[in-house]
């Protein structure tokens, strides 16, 4: 059987996707990259904006034809919108067999090789299933993506997180070294971990600072990298090991949403800028080129332009190296899709461009700060402009460009020395017999 499989959204579907492969491989089955090419196409899709959700039906449509052309083609819609809208897709596309929700893809083999023709609609919550046991294809032979928490326990009013992935569940910990160690002995030097709240991690005796120190004991782990962590729980423990333990990179992305407390009181954060700082302040006082990038949410409901303003005030406070900002959706089944919105699309587009300009700014003098110095990267691969170049990342998740001398291959560590900044990009020349 060969399977051809579509990932939309975050890191943990991106996770998900491959451990559905791994599953579907284990039973004998081949990945594919072209879908005309495939027995089964399997959709992996998000939910948390309206444009998520439209972006993965148009693909979808697009596989409609090869169902026409080959009836026995299978195609699965699993993720956060196989979740949220359920039974609606299978009524609305008659052409997919099976909607998967999050909590059911041990299901998937069995359904892929069953001669059955029932389309089926599997979505329950299951409290008990964090895929103990499971591994994930890696992502690449020498850096990938582990999830050790599923769902979320907050309740953000914007965010349809919780209601399509269901409450917070924290995979043990003896299974996600488990899990770590095997990527390792396969040469993985480079893991970064996942979960929605991923620092509210806990299990029995540990919590996320000690599970970070375990798996930087873990042979052959040389960096290690999360996602994302809510200001909420960042404790005086993890900020220590997060600066004393010289394996977890100096790198975190850490949503801000709003600058404004009314705001991120009304978008039930459970944080207020005071504690945002306190977090940022720390991190930047003991490295002030520790990368933190974030998230924010442009014309949120109720948002007036003094609101906004303290966005863009905090935005230049904090110097983020990057921001992904996005304009508010409202989602069907959340608290503030209940309330009416005063902004037009327009005006929320606006203060998304507004900001856009601001923080582009600030990513590039966050960039040039990086000029002059030595550092370590962690070659990925070849640059996509130039073939003779290669690409590789300093441990704070900054990119340089550098030309290789000898045999220099994507996983390796190289020395570079960042010389120049073409555009945003860093560029790098290889530094030899250094001496520290
Ligand atoms: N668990 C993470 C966020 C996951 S969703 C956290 O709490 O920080 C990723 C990002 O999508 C969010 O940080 C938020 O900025 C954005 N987002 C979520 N819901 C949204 C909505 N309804 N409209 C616009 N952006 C949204
Ligand atoms: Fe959504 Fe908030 Fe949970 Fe993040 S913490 S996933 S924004 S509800
Ligand atoms: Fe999207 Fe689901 Fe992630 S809604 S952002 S794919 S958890």
């Known amino acids: 059987m060969k399977y051809h499989l579509a990932t939309y959204g975050c890191q943990m579907n991106e996770y998900d996707s491959a451990m559905i492969a791994q599953m579907l491989m284990r039973h004998g089955a081949t990945p594919v990259l072209e879908p005309d090419k495939a027995d089964v196409i399997i959709v992996n899709t998000c939910s948390v904006r309206e444009k998520a959700e439209d972006t993965a039906i148009a693909r979808i449509f697009q596989f409609k034809p090869l169902k026409q052309a080959n009836p026995d083609l299978k195609i699965i819609i699993v993720g956060c919108m196989a979740k949220n809208k359920g ?18 893809y041990r299901k998937i083999p069995e359904l892929l090789f069953s001669p059955s023709r029932k389309r089926l609609c599997l979505l329950d919550f299951d409290s008990q299933e964090n895929y103990v046991g499971e591994s ?6 020498f850096s990938t993506h582990i999830t050790i928490q599923r769902g979320c326990n907050k309740r953000c009013s914007y965010c349809i997180v919780p209601y ?6 924290y995979r043990c910990a003896e299974d996600i070294l488990r899990e770590v160690s095997e990527a390792a002995r396969a040469g993985v030097s ?7 709240t991923v620092n509210a991690y806990r299990d029995g005796n540990e919590n996320f600072a000690s599970l970070l120190n375990r798996v930087s004991e873990i042979e052959g782990i040389k960096r290690i990298r999360f996602t994302s ?5 960042y404790t005086r423990d993890l900020l220590e090991v997060l600066t004393q333990n010289s394996k977890i990179c100096h790198h975190a992305h850490i949503p801000l949403q709003s600058g404004s407390n009314a705001i991120l009181k009304k978008m039930r954060r459970q944080h207020d800028m005071e504690t945002y700082y306190g977090i940022i302040d720390y991190l930047r006082s003991a490295d002030p080129l520790y990368h933190i990038s974030t998230d924010i949410i442009c014309g949120f409901v109720g ?13 230049q406070k904090v110097q983020f190296d990057t921001a992904f900002m996005f304009v508010y959706s409202p989602r069907r089944g959340t608290e503030s899709f209940l309330e009416t919105e005063i902004l037009s699309e327009n005006e929320k587009k606006e203060r ?4 856009t300009e601001i923080q582009n700014a600030i990513t590039l003098k966050r960039n040039q700060l990086m000029l002059g110095r030595k550092e370590t990267l962690l070659v990925e691969r070849a640059s996509s402009r130039d073939a003779e170049e290669m690409m590789g990342k300093t441990d704070n998740f900054k990119k340089v460009i550098f030309k290789p001398e000898g045999i220099v291959k994507p996983g390796d560590y190289v020395r570079c020395k960042i010389d120049d900044i073409r555009g945003w990009t860093l560029r790098g020349t290889l530094v030899e017999n250094e001496q520290e």
């Open 352 to 355: 998304h461009t507004r900001l």
């Open 136 to 141: 994930a294809n890696l992502l690449t032979p």
């Open 303 to 315: 948002e007036t332009e003094t609101d906004f303003e303290q966005t863009l005030e905090a935005v």
């Open 229 to 233: 962590p809510h200001p909420r729980h």
């Open 190 to 196: 480079e893991v970064m971990l996942l979960g929605q």
């Open 87 to 104: 039974e609606e897709l299978l009524k609305r596309l008659k052409f997919v067999n099976y909607v998967v929700g999050p909590d059911q």
């Open 164 to 169: 399509v992935r269901g409450p917070e569940k």
